[in-house]
């Protein structure tokens, strides 16, 4: 008799989290429609994000927790930055461009940011960014529409955290 939370995606799809289940077990999940319900305010997002307009990349991530940026932009690169190296030269660079942004969910549970532009050696780059709401975690999709190129290429995303004491395993 417990109510979930739960939302529509844009695609129709209901979206229900469910907690603490085991491993190779299942809950039963019984959808009732109720009428007057009182109207409910999403939590608060336990993350505080901004997807530079220019690049398409997230330059500032920090936890309501914590005042800090979990992100380096030290090295000129954000987090996602998408890099694309012609030949065999890294030091001939080039980076995604007509940037547009857009958020495609928003709800209690789920939200998700869209960054579509163009990209050197692709048709077309999207990334997507999920916030998920009351996980604390933040998911990250690229799809490249990838051109055929047969020489030598690089295709890069940047992933440069600044997280104090870190370790990468």
Known sequence: NTRLKTQYMSDGNLCVLVRDVPPFAASRIIIHEEQNLPHLIPPEWPFNMYIN????????LSYNMVDWNFIDTSSGYGLNDYIYVEGR?????????????????????????????????????????????????????????????????????????????????
Do not use: C, M, W
């Open 53 to 60: 307009e220019h690049t398409g990349a997230i330059t500032q």
């Open 89 to 169: 030269d890294p030091s001939v660079r080039r980076y995604a461009e007509n940037i547009e942004v857009s958020r495609t969910e928003s709800g209690p549970l789920v939200n998700t940011f869209r960054v579509e532009s163009t990209a050197p050696g692709a048709d077309k780059l999207i990334r997507e960014i999920s916030i998920i709401n009351n996980l604390n975690r933040i998911d990250i999709r690229n799809s490249i529409f990838k051109t055929a190129v047969y020489e030598p290429e690089g295709v890069h995303f940047a992933f440069p955290f600044n997280i104090p004491e870190g370790e990468v395993n």
